[in-house]
């Protein structure tokens, strides 16, 4: 019996260091909420700019009751995914590219640099003029944030593998895709991980824009509806709506990464 417990310490120990670990990161949050709560309530803060987090609540429990915020949500998801994955993975293909072939660098890259430092919100009135107000237009702003983090990320993981490494593929015969597939893409697959989580958050930033500005639908424009009517409750809980479904994407992305590179020391704790 003793043995068993030993046994299970770790893995118990390990359990019992994740809440607290969990416990410590939510008692700012919390702090801030009972603050927030009771300068509300004794009027130290304004109703109109800061409704406390119950009349939030409320706010949110009556969108979700009614259907209206899950049908905006689920707009909202789709074009963000569907920029995510158009973006993405252009950004990938054109980062595996240039990373492998120094023409295809000179080529492409220095008009691709000079394109990410047009801010999105240069290109609405461009994008609503050539695609209109549908969904196109929205989607490929969306793209246009997403496309950059993993075109970066993923060349220069390309870049930073040891040269040594493509010498023994030679040796050993491999084909120009064998070693993209055995060799590229594994040891740059850190840095594309990375780029994953940065596009998926743009993603999410460039739907925000997107709504605001040109929409008729999804949690940015109940956003903006709710501010042309001075409706403050609304307007935060799209707010926590858009942080929540960035923060678990995110830990999607994190779950697989600790799948996919668990052969990596500092990915295995």
């Known amino acids: 019996m003793s043995h068993e417990i030993s046994a299970a310490g770790p893995s118990l120990r390990a359990g019992l260091g994740r809440w607290k670990l969990l416990g410590l990161g939510l008692i700012l949050p919390g702090a801030v909420l009972v603050l927030w709560q009771i300068f509300g ?9 800061f409704p406390t987090p119950l009349v939030i609540l409320k706010a949110f429990a009556g969108l979700a009751q009614s259907g209206d ?23 990938l293909l054109f980062g595996i590219l240039v990373g492998l072939f120094a023409k295809v660098e000179k080529m492409f890259d220095p008009t ?13 009135p461009l994008f609503i003029l050539w695609f209109g107000i549908g969904e196109e237009s929205k989607i490929l702003l969306i793209a246009k ?4 983090p993993l075109y970066i990320n993923t060349y220069l993981g390309i870049r930073n593998v040891d040269n040594k490494w493509f010498e023994v ?8 895709i064998q070693q993209i597939r055995r060799l590229v893409i594994p040891a740059a697959l850190p840095n594309i991980l990375l780029g994953t989580r940065l596009s998926i958050g743009l993603s999410w ?3 925000v824009v997107a709504e605001l500005i040109a929409s008729t639908s999804g949690v940015g424009y109940m956003m903006s509806d709710a501010r042309q009517f001075a409706d403050t409750p609304v307007v935060f809980v799209g707010i926590i709506v858009f942080a929540a ?19 990596k020391e500092s990915y295995s704790r």
């Open 69 to 91: 915020l899950w049908d905006h949500f689920r707009i909202s998801a789709v074009r963000a995914l569907a920029g995510f994955a158009l973006g993405g993975s252009l950004g």
């Open 205 to 207: 930033l460039g739907l």
């Open 41 to 49: 309530q004794l009027g130290y803060i304004s109703d109109l700019l």
């Open 169 to 176: 593929t030679r040796v050993l015969g491999y084909s120009r």
């Open 112 to 124: 691709l640099q000079m394109i990410r430092m047009i801010p999105s919100l240069a290109v609405v």
């Open 145 to 148: 944030g997403a496309f950059f």
């Open 245 to 263: 479904a960035g923060l678990i994407t995110d830990y999607i992305v994190r779950l697989g990464e600790r799948r996919l590179l668990r052969w």
